[in-house]
């Protein structure tokens, strides 16, 4: 039997990733009881740490343009990652994002991040480690109860508003109940629901599947960014390139030898400008079009071993040596592969998941008492996330987060015992006291992540989503009638269920908006159609089934959809 304890505290932060540990800072600035508790260790395995760490900010003279496109001024950072969303972002949060950004980012000087305004060249691997730590350790100083190794698996909620949280402590071995009625969700997104990404193993979009349980709705879940140049090189690890000078000067080349990307962006020229002088935008913000371009080529039957080919032969040998993310290609992404002497072959991989779940500007969900930020929050990049604006968002909207549960702090909640039967039957249902299968449960996590990525992916067609869609939900099905001996293993059970549920999500959305938009490419409707698909999928559970609903967009700024996407015609 399952031990269980009770505790109490005013705020319950669940993720210690940028969004988690800036809403635990801003909670705490209130006085009140912050608990901030991560499935893994207190800020370690999670995107932000893994990021190239590049922020985007109007702070003209201040920010690093080494990964990301700068703007002097927050009008326009707005207007961008509008267009670059093509509008399915709210409006309201991106000028939340955008104006309120740069004074969030020179904050994080006062909270002991002082590589900021170039952490992609100045902090060596991962660079997101140098915007982490210190958060970590303001969180500490500050006196936020730190809970490492406390899996969340269910939000209390008693006449539709949160009382509490369940989750199981993998260090302790039991049950924690907590009673609070202030609840942030920072999980972070579900590109692991992707068998290519380029995310940690922790991305299972547990977020996802908790809001919904709660009775929150979710948004966009059929927006998935892909980063172009994940490494597909047998041997090597599926990781993005973190080269900062010499990616913007490397050739993407199929296997006819052909320096493709000009086909697809007609104004790119032959060469080896680098792209941001040719674009006047850093590579990371059109990447879902080179991302395209790269399994269109393999598609068609151009591809060399299933990848295409990254060619920096001419990268002069002293760029490698010129900065922290070049070197680290080199010294450890690159294993002694010699890339001065042949080409790598790369693929793209899920970095980011768009859509998540439903927030105000003030990071209401539908559910009293529960909040969300970050890449568990959905409508602030749209169809597509300029490079830069995923650092941003967590840091703007994690304090945002932090504040409004500080002001929702209610000391008179009670989790009754029914709840904590309840939530102990389900985590004992699923333990036995035998050997668990962990063969079958690999392989159907497998199969989640084969299903998406062969027909939920980057190029998606009408027939193979639908196909995948009774898949996913058998496999739930398999993963929820799977027994296992050990907390550990529970965590990894209810991963893989999360990614099956969280596939479920991104395909059914993705059935339903028949045309292409940002990240979204439906093969069989290739344009972006305006008249129909100006909407926002909702979507909520309603007893075992999944409810979409379709919200149409009214744009303020109404003169942005005269604007044509980067001003370059793409094919
Ligand atoms: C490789 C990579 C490079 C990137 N580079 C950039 C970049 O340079 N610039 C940029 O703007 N964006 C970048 N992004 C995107 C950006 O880093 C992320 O979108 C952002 O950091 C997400 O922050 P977050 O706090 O919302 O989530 P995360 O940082 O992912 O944190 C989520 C945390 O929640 C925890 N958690 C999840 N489920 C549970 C649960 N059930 N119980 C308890 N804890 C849980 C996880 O363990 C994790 O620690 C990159 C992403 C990746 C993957």
């Known amino acids: ?116 305004d170039a952490m992609y060249l100045k902090v060596h691997y991962p660079h997101g480690s140098g915007l982490i730590g210190p958060l970590v350790k303001t969180a500490r100083k500050m006196g936020c109860s730190l809970r490492p190794g406390m899996v969340v698996t269910k939000i209390l909620v008693e006449k539709g508003r949160v009382v509490g949280a369940a989750g199981v402590d993998l260090y302790r071995n039991r049950l924690s109940v907590f009673e609070t009625g202030a609840i942030v969700i920072a999980t972070g997104g579900a590109a692991e629901t992707f068998l290519r990404n380029d995310t940690t193993v922790n991305t299972t979009g547990d977020g996802y599947t908790l809001a919904l349980d709660a009775g929150a709705s979710l948004r966009d879940m059929e927006i998935v960014q892909f980063e172009p140049y994940v490494q597909a090189e047998p041997g090597l690890p599926m990781m993005d390139r973190h080269e900062a000078e010499a990616e913007f000067h490397g050739v993407l080349r199929n296997a006819l030898n052909e320096d493709f990307l000009l086909k697809y962006l007609p104004a790119l020229k032959a060469g080896q400008l680098p792209f941001e002088e040719q674009f006047g935008m850093a590579l990371t913000d059109i990447r879902e079009r080179v991302a395209r371009a790269m399994v269109t080529e393999v598609a068609a039957g151009r591809g060399d071993n299933g990848a295409v080919l990254f060619d920096l032969r001419h990268v002069p040998a002293d760029k490698w040596k010129s900065d922290f993310a070049s070197q680290y290609t080199r010294n450890v992404l690159l294993r002694g592969f010699d890339v001065e002497k042949k080409p790598v072959h790369v693929l793209p991989g899920a970095i980011c998941t768009l859509g998540g779940i439903a927030i105000d500007g003030d990071c209401r969900t539908d559910v009293p008492g529960l909040f969300a930020a970050g890449e568990a929050a959905g409508g602030v990049h749209g169809a597509a996330r300029l490079g830069g604006d995923g650092l941003l968002d967590p840091i703007v909207f994690g304090a945002r987060a932090g504040r409004s549960a500080a002001l929702a ?148 700024v109404t003169e942005l959809l005269k604007q044509s996407k980067f001003g370059i015609e793409v094919k």
């Open 1 to 116: 039997m399952l031990d269980i304890k009770r505790e109490s505290t005013d705020v319950l932060i669940i993720g210690s990733g940028g969004a988690g540990l800036r809403a635990a800072i801003e909670a705490r600035r209130y006085g009140v009881k912050v608990t901030l508790a991560d499935k893994v260790v207190i800020g370690m395995n999670n995107s932000t740490r893994y990021s190239g760490g590049g922020i985007k900010a109007a702070l003209p003279g201040i920010l690093s343009t080494a990964y990301t496109t700068q703007y002097e001024d927050p009008r326009e950072h707005f207007r961008q990652a509008m267009i670059h969303g093509e509008y399915l972002n709210d409006e309201a949060l991106v000028e939340i994002m955008t104006f309120e950004g740069p004074a969030r980012v020179l904050e994080l000087k006062g909270l002991g991040v002082d590589t900021f």
């Open 409 to 556: 702090v209610n000391k008179e909640v009670e989790v009754s015992q029914q709840q904590i039967d309840e939530a102990h039957a389900a985590v004992e249902r699923t333990l036995i006291d035998a050997p668990a299968d962990l063969a079958a449960l690999a392989k159907l996590r497998d199969t989640v992540k084969r299903t998406m990525w062969e027909q939920v992916g980057i190029l998606r067609n009408g027939k193979a989503v639908a196909a995948a869609i009774p898949v996913l939900e058998e496999t739930a099905a398999q993963v929820q009638a799977m027994r296992v001996r050990t907390l550990r293993q529970f965590k990894t059970r209810l991963e893989t269920l999360n990614l099956a549920r969280v596939g479920r999500m991104i395909a059914g959305a993705a059935l339903r908006r028949a045309e292409s938009r940002g990240a979204h490419f439906r093969t069989d409707f290739p344009q972006r159609d305006d008249a129909r698909w100006l909407v926002n999928h909702f979507v909520r559970q309603s007893g075992k089934e999944l409810v979409y609903t379709e919200r149409p967009i009214k744009l303020r």
